[in-house]
Structure formats: C-alpha cells, structure tokens
C-alpha cells in the first residue's frame, strides 16, 4: 500500500508531461536533413511552402506536391516520379518539436514500417 501511495504522484507527474508540436512553424520555410547509408552522411536541403516542397539531393532537383492532412502530418507526392518507387505517396508526421527542429516520423502511405529523422530549419 505504501508503495502505492508513492508511486501515484510520480504516475501523474509522468501524465501531465505533453510532447511540445508547434507545427505551424515548420509548415514553411528552408530545412536540411542528415542522415547516413552505409555509413556515409547525406544531406538532403528542402525548402516548402504551404503547397509545394523543393528538394535538393546530391545536385538533383525534385519537385513534390504537399497535402496537409491535418496540422502536424502531409503527404508528400512526387510531381515528376521517375520510376514505380517515385510513383507512391509517403505520409509524414511530426512528433516533437523544438525552437529550429523538429522529430518525424515516415514511410510510405499504406505501408506500416516506418522510419524517424530530424529536420534543422536553416530559415524562413
């Protein structure tokens, strides 16, 4: 019982802690994305506005429409695919953010696995 009593206040501390998502800052503006393959870094930079992401891997240019799906998740779709792959939407949620970035959450639309990164926002 007592343990009970000691553990109950630290349980509603835990419930009262709310992930911050300030969405609306990252729906426009100019980002870059990190992340290795084979243990090499990429960088991916990509600028968006409220309709339409521009990004800019390894010197290639592409172009994808951006549909809000609600005010922290879109889906992402090539406007010039150039294979199947390209073909297929990808659904992008936001899960935390902070004061320049922010954690997603990714993956194709109608696919389970799904994979994580973070996004600087290098400006408006």
């Given amino acids: 019982m007592k343990r009970l009593l ?12 709310d992930v911050e ?4 800052d990252f729906k426009t ?3 870059k994305f990190e992340y290795e393959i084979d243990g090499v870094k990429k960088t991916t930079v990509f600028e968006r506005n409220d309709s339409i992401e521009i990004e800019t891997f390894e ?4 172009t994808s429409t951006v549909r ?23 659904s ?4 935390t953010t902070s004061k320049n970035s922010y954690t997603f959450e990714f993956g194709m639309v109608g696919v389970d ?3 994580k990164g973070t996004v600087i926002k290098i400006s408006e």
Avoid at 6 to 17: A, E, F, H, N
Avoid at 59 to 62: L, S
Avoid at 70 to 87: I, M, R, S, T
Avoid at 92 to 95: G, N, V, Y
Wanted: charged content about 30%; some cysteine; overall charge positive.
């Fill in 113 to 115: 696995s799904k994979q």
């Fill in 29 to 31: 503006g100019k980002f």
């Fill in 6 to 17: 000691l553990l109950s206040p630290l349980l509603l501390l835990m419930s009262c802690y």
């Fill in 92 to 95: 992008m949620k936001i899960l």
């Fill in 21 to 24: 998502r300030n969405c609306a």
């Fill in 59 to 62: 010197g290639k240019t592409d």
């Fill in 68 to 90: 809000w799906v609600n005010e922290c998740e879109y889906v992402l779709q090539k406007k010039h695919p150039k294979n199947k792959a390209e073909e297929k939407a990808i």
